[in-house]
């Protein structure tokens, strides 16, 4: 089914805000990635069509912005935050917490299509170091295995009860 037949009435309301269709481009992608699991070519090109505009304007967007997947992702993307601050409070013993546990390397997604895992810098929440966001929720102070070992509980928690489980957390725009 169509992006417009699954979500006509959101994409409605959020094309509403705005006086030009393209200026709702970034709330229109995020659904279409929520919707397809990643921003393919030819979902690149069905959001082109709703807005009236180039698909050309729109892959630019796509490839610019780096919560925007144009490759395959995992329902969960964990985004471990290794700038310098969450580096002194432990963020690579994060980085290989998450790595053994999860069975992945960094850029990698799990077997099960649950979890993807990414190196990103500062989130701007360093009192919290080290700190990783999961889609858009950001959880901090996991500095041992035993928390990272809750936090993928109730992540796996959370998307067995399909509990506002956003890739590309669109809860914001709405
Ligand atoms: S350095 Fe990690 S949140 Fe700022």
């Known amino acids: 089914m169509s992006l417009r037949q699954t979500h006509g009435a959101e994409i409605d309301a959020i094309l509403a805000r705005y006086p ?7 709330a229109v992608l995020y659904i279409s990635q929520d919707h397809y699991g990643q921003l393919t070519d030819a979902a690149i090109r069905e959001v ?8 050309t304007d729109v892959f630019e967007v796509v490839g610019f912005y780096t919560l925007l997947y144009d490759d395959k992702v995992g329902k969960v993307v964990l ?3 290794d700038d310098v601050p969450c580096a002194f409070c432990g963020a690579e013993e994060l980085v290989g ?11 990698e997604t799990t077997a099960d299509g649950l979890f993807t895992l990414q190196r990103v810098k500062c989130l701007a929440a360093c ?6 966001q999961a889609n858009l929720d950001y959880y901090g102070e ?11 509980t109730l992540l796996r928690t959370r998307i067995a009860n399909n509990d506002n489980i956003s890739i590309s957390g669109r809860k914001a725009f709405l």
């Open 20 to 26: 030009h269709k393209r200026s709702a481009i970034l």
């Open 48 to 55: 082109a069509e709703i807005l009236d505009t180039n698909p």
């Open 79 to 81: 985004q471990v935050c």
């Open 97 to 107: 917490t998450l790595e053994s546990k999860l069975g992945i390397k960094s850029e």
């Open 127 to 132: 009192n919290r170091a080290p700190l990783l």
């Open 142 to 152: 996991l500095n041992t295995p035993e928390k990272v070992d809750e936090l993928l």
